[in-house]
């Protein structure tokens, strides 16, 4: 057990106590909105809530929680990693218990985003704190592999076991879950993750302005994409939203290349493995969203088949995701942490590939564009986000770490938007209803390729990207 040792743990069972409060942080985040959203039809009859105030139930979250983990990160890095962890899991909990009182879908929604503060704050943090228990790369991934890989248990078991919940129990229960979840995280942590060293901590002034700008440019980014879906392309909205994203991106490099302590200094981003991981993560947060929107779509809709089947189809994916963590070590071994990344995110552009072209050609082939994505996606998880990190000064590692997972977001937001925007220009009618002419069956045959083929497009680009960036890089990465 870990206090105040200095010694890095020597083997993975060392670290044990560490290890399990990492991973409840991890389980908090992937089982959240999972376990939640098949409860949002009852939290909608219960609280009288309209169609966008259930939006905004998941939506706050993951509004804020996108924005704030730059900021976070670097508070981190400036106050003290295990400290802005607990302080994030006793926000959580509290704002969990906090469900039990909701009465109003506002208080919901206002409990919602104190939980994605509170995400922010911890998240991060979870690949950070991995990242710096261990000196050795080889047990770094490893590490992050297990906290992923419990992560993925929560979210593929979160929506069975809601509706389980949701049988004897009110749905609050699916919130108030959190609260034994923090309570392990916080001892875990507590106990087995030593104290912050202060020689190991930045002692810059936190840019604030930057804060501010790299905030609203990344809340707006996530915004829009939800904006073209909902309002259309027609609409001013998404637009407006869109160039507000881009001018507060644009602000925000211009303080961040001009001021003494930026929030996020653009030069260390250049790095080879930073920038190659970013982009690596960035196509398969990509991947995943646009892939699973589409495939959902397509077996409901154009193949008739019922949620509980579709839910079935979706099961080769989470097989993968699931079990593919075995492999993720071994494979590292044999080719190394450069190559594991980009041969990764080949196999999810592969997919892609797949999904556009033969999707509407039968199942099989939408089942091997899930398993290539999945695979792809649970290799570059965890080795994108190690060689950020690796790749970074020791005193910047939770920053890091909040890039990689902002990296993914935003992108995810950008996959589904894409997608709905493509299907919603080519798709005349309402898409939901039960009887489709033979007409409208061609446009939404012609938008799914069409679809599947743009994201494979942005996908190869940004592999290519990370590709170039990674070239000539020596692999330093022995698994044990």
Do not use: C
């Amino acid at each position: 057990m870990l206090t105040t040792a200095t010694r890095s743990p020597r083997s993975l069972r060392e670290a044990w106590v560490a290890l399990a409060g990492l991973s409840a942080v991890f389980l908090f985040e992937m089982l959240d909105n999972s376990i939640l959203n098949v409860a949002l039809p009852t939290i909608g009859r219960e609280l009288h809530a309209s169609t966008t105030a259930l939006q905004w139930v998941t939506g706050a979250y993951a509004v804020v929680f996108g924005g704030l983990m730059l900021v976070f990160g670097a508070v981190a890095d400036r106050y003290g990693r295990r400290r802005i962890m607990v302080i994030g899991l006793v926000l959580l909990g509290v704002a969990s218990l906090a469900t039990a009182f909701v009465t109003t879908t506002e208080q919901l929604i206002t409990v919602r985003a104190a939980m994605g503060v509170a995400a922010a704050m911890t998240t991060p943090g979870s690949m950070a704190l991995a990242f710096r228990l261990f000196a050795e790369d080889g047990l770094r991934v490893r590490a992050i592999n297990i906290i992923s890989t419990v992560g993925l248990v929560g979210l593929a078991i979160g929506p069975t076991a809601g509706g389980f919940v949701l049988a004897v129990a009110p749905w609050q229960v699916l919130l108030l879950v959190n609260v034994p979840i923090a309570v392990l995280a916080i001892v875990g942590i507590r106990f087995g993750v030593a104290a912050d060293d202060p020689a190991d901590l930045h002692r810059d002034p936190v840019d604030f302005a930057g804060a501010a700008l790299g905030t609203t440019t990344i809340v707006l980014a996530l915004v829009a994409p939800t904006l073209f879906v909902d309002e259309g392309t027609g609409a001013w909205e998404p637009w407006a939203s869109t160039a507000a994203a881009v001018v507060a991106a644009v602000l925000f490099v211009v303080r961040e290349r001009t001021v003494s302590h930026p929030l996020l200094d653009l030069k260390l981003i250049a790095h080879p493995l930073v920038s190659s991981g970013l982009a690596f993560k960035a196509a398969a947060g990509l991947a995943i969203a646009g892939l699973g929107y589409l495939a959902t779509l397509q077996l409901q809709l154009d193949w008739g088949w019922s949620p509980a089947l579709a839910s079935i189809g979706m099961l080769p994916q989470v097989l993968v995701l699931i079990a593919g963590g075995l492999f993720v070590s071994p494979f590292v071994r044999r080719v190394g942490l450069e190559r594991a990344a980009w041969l990764s995110s080949g196999a999810v552009v592969a997919g892609l590939a797949v999904y556009g072209v033969m999707s509407r050609f039968g199942y099989p082939w939408v089942a091997i564009a899930l398993v290539l994505v999945a695979a792809g996606l649970r290799v570059v998880g965890v080795v994108a986000g190690v060689n950020v990190l690796r790749g970074l000064p020791e005193n910047r590692t939770t920053i890091g770490a909040a890039l990689v997972d902002t990296a993914s977001e935003v992108t995810t937001g950008v996959g589904i938007a894409a997608s709905g925007t493509i299907l919603a220009a080519l798709f005349t009618g309402t898409i939901a209803t039960s009887h489709w002419t033979a007409h409208q069956t061609a446009e939404f045959r012609d938008a799914i390729t069409i679809a599947g083929l743009t994201l494979t497009a942005v996908a190869a680009v940004l592999v290519s990207w990370g590709f170039l960036r990674s070239r000539g890089i020596e692999s330093s990465a022995q698994v044990g």
